[in-house]
């Protein structure tokens, strides 16, 4: 099995560089704002019904999707630092619009939908640039360390949130919402005005079209056979793993006649998996062949994915400690498989290919919830749960088969 690369110098592991603690501090900060925001869009929605609610949803998802490979083309020609920093001037822009139109008792259906289409639109551009950054603010062997801090750093702004953005609403509105969204992005674009990246990453040819560049990158990422396999376990990941938390827990929460607290600390448990690890992962370091680690990620998950879905009506514990399993699975992958995409890639094509992997999570993502929920109608949650965790399984073993993940180590 392998090992953890910890050091053998009796010393502590250097500091991660001022420049990317800063950055991240700002881009952490605008989570919990965007958080915030999708909180309040729901909530104004659902007040027009469920249609509209829908509609809001799909306003963000929609061209987030359409757009994101071109999104990573874009990045790739003129940087992710100069990308970001548009996106985030287009969004303080909007929110800031949010802000006063929705100050009014009933805010307008078309208005909600409006700056959901704003937020999905920057989202397919923001995010792979977004993605690609760290690269050019740590060095290599770094790199591992700084994306699980990332990690755990995204995990506790997306638990806080929800909680923040019912608190905000309840006191100050959709316009409370929105200001306090704004005011995360004044400081994110504080921020990326001020850093500098400390390590140069070659662009994509300017004479290159950007549909062009878009094709490129995917061809890049199939001819590849650490990366092929690095998308196909994100697919695997994102069919089997995330669909347990939003959408089978719920249903196997109502399944036993468990409480909404319940349900809600089941996910709490997989959540404080997830931020362990990737503490556990910053101080200690990733498994020296980062493809294997990212497989062993789903094998760990697996077992506790089974435990939640075995729990009986009455071993609640059982079913939060197999959560808690599953959240440490899960950690240990998305730990590893950053890192895996972004040091086996050509610098003049991150963006894309963090773009690409955004895609293929969400439609995978949107393949999976929909044929797990049909499932869990027809034949109960129970047996979509277990379906999951054999997939899980199945597709870690393979992970660690493949002879190509095993190649690329950590620097």
């Not at 551009?125 to 994306?147: D, H, I, N, T």
């Not at 850093?195 to 990158?217: H, I, K, N, T, Y």
């Not at 020296?288 to 094998?299: D, F, K, Q, T």
């Amino acid at each position: 099995m392998a090992s953890l690369d910890t050091a053998r110098h009796g010393s502590a592991r250097p500091a991660l560089p001022r420049t990317y603690l800063v950055w991240l501090a700002g881009t952490r900060a605008s989570l919990l704002g965007d958080a915030v925001l999708y909180f309040a869009l729901g909530w104004a929605a659902s007040a027009h019904g469920g249609g509209t609610g829908a509609l809001v949803l799909t306003a963000i998802t929609l061209p987030r999707t359409l757009l994101l490979l071109l999104g990573g083309a874009v990045g790739d020609r003129f940087g992710a630092r100069r990308v970001m920093v548009v996106g985030d001037a287009v969004m303080l822009t909007a929110t800031l619009a949010l802000a006063l139109a929705g100050s009014r008792p009933d805010p307008s259906p078309w208005l909600l939908v409006t700056v959901a289409a704003v937020v999905g639109t920057v989202d397919a551009f923001y995010l792979p640039a977004a993605g690609s950054m760290p690269r050019s603010l740590v060095g290599e062997a770094q790199l591992p360390r700084a994306l699980a801090v990332q990690q755990a750093a995204g995990q506790i702004a997306s638990l806080l949130g929800a909680p923040l953005g019912a608190v905000l609403v309840a006191a100050a509105g959709l316009t409370g919402a929105a200001l306090a969204d704004a005011g995360t992005f004044a400081i994110v674009l504080v921020v990326l005005v001020c850093v500098r990246p400390a390590f140069d990453v070659e662009r994509s040819p300017r004479g290159e079209g950007l549909l062009a560049g878009a094709a490129d990158g995917v061809r890049v990422a199939v001819g590849d056979p650490v990366l092929r396999s690095a998308l196909l376990l994100t697919a695997a990941a994102a069919s089997f793993l995330l669909p347990v938390v939003s959408l089978l827990n719920p249903l196997l929460a109502r399944e036993h006649g468990w409480s909404a607290g319940a349900a809600g600390l089941i996910a709490g448990g997989q959540s404080l998996g997830v931020v362990a690890v990737a503490l556990v992962v910053s101080r200690r370091g990733t498994v020296r062949r980062l493809g294997r680690g990212a497989a062993l990620g789903l094998c760990v998950a697996a077992p506790g994915i089974a435990a939640v879905a075995l729990a009986g009506k009455d071993a609640m514990a059982v079913a939060v400690a197999g959560a808690i399993v599953t959240g440490a699975g899960s950690g240990l992958f998305a730990c590893h498989i950053g890192p895996l995409v972004l040091t086996g890639v050509p610098g003049t094509h991150l963006a894309r290919l963090q773009a690409l992997l955004t895609l293929v999570q969400s439609l995978a993502l949107v393949v999976g919830n929909n044929a797990l929920g049909a499932l869990a109608d027809a034949r109960g949650a129970t047996l979509a749960t277990a379906l999951c965790a054999a997939g899980a399984g199945a597709a870690g073993l393979t992970g660690l088969a493949v002879k190509p993940l095993g190649r690329l180590r950590q620097p």
